[in-house]
């Protein structure tokens, strides 16, 4: 079965921790992109990598890293320093920078308590 | 800058027809799509249109553009309840990144 993992599907971490989310694809694509969702709002970008060992900021990058050492994985760490983090977390997949359709994980719901 | 505008809600009963309308500013797009959400859950892929069509149809999904007018809607024939969902319309453009504008979304009810 091929596509695309997130993982946990809910977390939880205590104010000025922090946490890092996982992405998986199985896809064999080379972009893969991270997106906030709030409620009532569409996605904004926060990070996308174009190839391994690649990545760019995207619109909301403050208080986010990344990182792409392997094709399949682009986990995202959401640190201290980003406000208000609570939100749910998309991440997504292309053939290349220039495919037009994007393959959606499933999301992670991180709570900040 | 980029902008993508969508209406928060709409209700029809089942078997009607549903139209989503989406507008954008960004005269460079090149691709808009159509995605849904259900609750809890990722994104799905609907269907999407390259710039120069005027529209696209697949099975019960027709999406209109109008250049011109930066307007984009989708059109679900006999829907179903199982439709109900959130749809956003988003827009990208031939350069750079690559990565998708959304809209806030459109909550869709359908009543049976």
């Known amino acids: 079965d091929g596509g695309i993992t997130q993982s946990p599907k809910y977390l939880f971490r205590k104010e000025g921790q922090n946490v890092t989310l996982s992405c998986e694809q199985n896809?064999?694509?080379?972009?893969m992109y991270w997106y906030r969702q709030d409620p009532g709002q569409g996605l904004r970008l926060i990070y996308y990598?174009?190839?391994?060992?690649?990545?760019q900021k995207g619109d909301i990058a403050e208080g986010y890293s990344v990182s792409r050492e392997k094709k399949e994985s682009f986990p995202l760490t959401v640190t201290s320093a980003q406000k208000n983090p609570t939100a749910f977390y998309l991440c997504?997949?292309?053939?290349?920078?220039?495919?037009?359709?994007?393959?959606f994980g499933p999301g992670t719901r991180l709570t900040v308590l | 800058g980029e902008d993508v505008e969508q209406s928060l809600f709409l209700s029809v009963r089942e078997g009607d027809s549903s139209v989503i309308n989406c507008t954008y500013t960004?005269?460079?797009?090149?691709?808009l799509y159509w995605y849904k959400q259900e609750p809890g859950a990722g994104l799905q892929l609907l269907t999407y249109?390259?710039?120069?069509?005027d529209m696209k149809q697949d099975q019960r999904l027709t999406v209109l553009l109008n250049k011109k007018d930066k307007h984009l809607s989708l059109r679900i024939a006999d829907t179903q309840t199982g439709d109900s969902a959130i749809y956003f319309c988003?827009?990208?453009?031939?350069?750079?990144?690559?990565?998708?504008?959304f809209g806030s979304g459109t909550r869709l009810q359908v009543q049976p």
């Open positions: 896809l064999n694509h080379d972009a």
């Open positions: 960004d005269s460079s797009s090149t691709y």
């Open positions: 249109i390259f710039s120069n069509m």
């Open positions: 990598s174009q190839i391994v060992n690649d990545f």
């Open positions: 997504a997949s292309s053939i290349d920078i220039t495919g037009q359709e994007q393959f």
């Open positions: 988003a827009e990208s453009t031939d350069t750079g990144r690559r990565a998708l504008t």
